[in-house]
């Protein structure tokens, strides 16, 4: 039955409301494709604890609502294509406006305490379910990354002065980062053996498909220019170190709570740093060897 509340109250309520519901959807459709009983059980009782809450907000406002469709399909969507840790992690983090809702509620609502209680757990049960294989091999994925821009980039920017043809620079950087891809995945794959671990396949797979894809984006401006624009080739291929870091630190700091300002910071200035002492090096060879290309 609706309840007398004073219109501030009642516009945070529906607004709860909706977003109750809306999360309540998204969490039942991303336990249909969510790999791991646990998992699966754990969305589904936050989806009925969702639904419960809005049951309860309903019963204030006396309205049924539908979910917003557009928020739907975008988590469940960032959860197919990056995981639902990512993308339940993202959407917790919106919880943060609502505790204070919450405490502006308690007065003329007093079931506001329990939901608001209810809602705090749901992050402790976000936890239990980081199980994804993905996160498992964020490590792998991190030395096959971190290596790739470090490594190729300072040889991408030492072979363009050197070399002053996008077209070399582009075939020189993808000999080497292909045999680097080899190397890297092989390495990992040994030490991942030595250690004993059963999961040694797919840690180098995580490794290696990191590095390449990672060579094949800072490879591909010296496709794109021409011949002749080595100089533009190279700012465009430090801007993707920046986009790479950022999204990838991004992705990180997300799923797995950790910082992300000073990560990304951190390999930004290594990435572009050693590009910078490269790009310097290459100057050096071509003025001291006297080589001409």
Same mark, same amino acid.
Request: proline share 2%.
């Given at each position: ?34 790999? &791991? ?45 990056? &995981? ?84 070399? %620079? ?5 000999? @080497? ?38 060579? %094949? ?36 700091? @997300? ?18 740093? @050693? ?5 310097? @090096? ?10 001409? %290309?």
């Amino acid at each position: 039955m609706k309840k007398n509340l004073s219109a501030p109250a009642l516009k945070i309520i529906k607004k709860m409301q909706q977003s109750e519901l809306t999360e309540s959807v998204i969490y039942e459709k991303i336990a249909k494709f969510a790999k &791991g009983e646990e998992n699966k059980e754990t969305l589904l009782r936050l989806s009925k604890e969702e639904l419960a809450h809005y049951h309860t907000w309903e019963k204030y406002t006396g309205i049924k609502m539908k979910p917003k469709r557009a928020k739907v399909f975008k988590y469940t969507l960032l959860a197919r294509l990056l &995981g639902f840790t990512f993308a339940l992690k993202l959407m917790e983090r919106g919880e943060g406006g609502a505790q204070r809702e919450y405490a502006l509620l308690a007065d003329e609502v007093p079931e506001s305490i329990h939901i608001r209680e209810q809602e705090e757990e749901h992050e402790a049960s976000l936890l239990k379910i980081l199980d994804e294989e993905s996160l498992h091999y964020v490590g792998s994925m991190v030395l096959g990354l971190s290596d790739a821009l470090v490594e190729l980039a300072g040889s991408l920017a030492g072979f363009t002065f050197a070399l002053q043809n996008t077209r070399l %620079v582009a075939l020189s950087g993808l000999i @080497v980062g292909i045999s680097a891809t080899f190397s890297m995945a092989s390495s990992e794959f040994l030490s991942a053996k030595s250690e004993g671990r059963t999961d040694a396949l797919k840690s180098c797979s995580y490794t290696g498909v990191a590095y390449l894809l990672t060579v %094949v984006l800072l490879v591909l401006p010296y496709l794109l220019f021409a011949p002749t624009q080595f100089i533009p080739a190279l700012i465009c291929m430090l801007l993707i170190i920046v986009i790479i870091i950022a999204a990838f630190t991004y992705y990180t700091s @997300v799923a797995q709570d950790q910082p992300f300002l000073s990560r990304f910071l951190e390999m930004s200035l290594i990435s572009i740093g @050693v590009s910078v002492i490269s790009f310097g @090096v290459g100057i050096l060879a071509k003025k001291f060897l006297g080589i001409d %290309v």
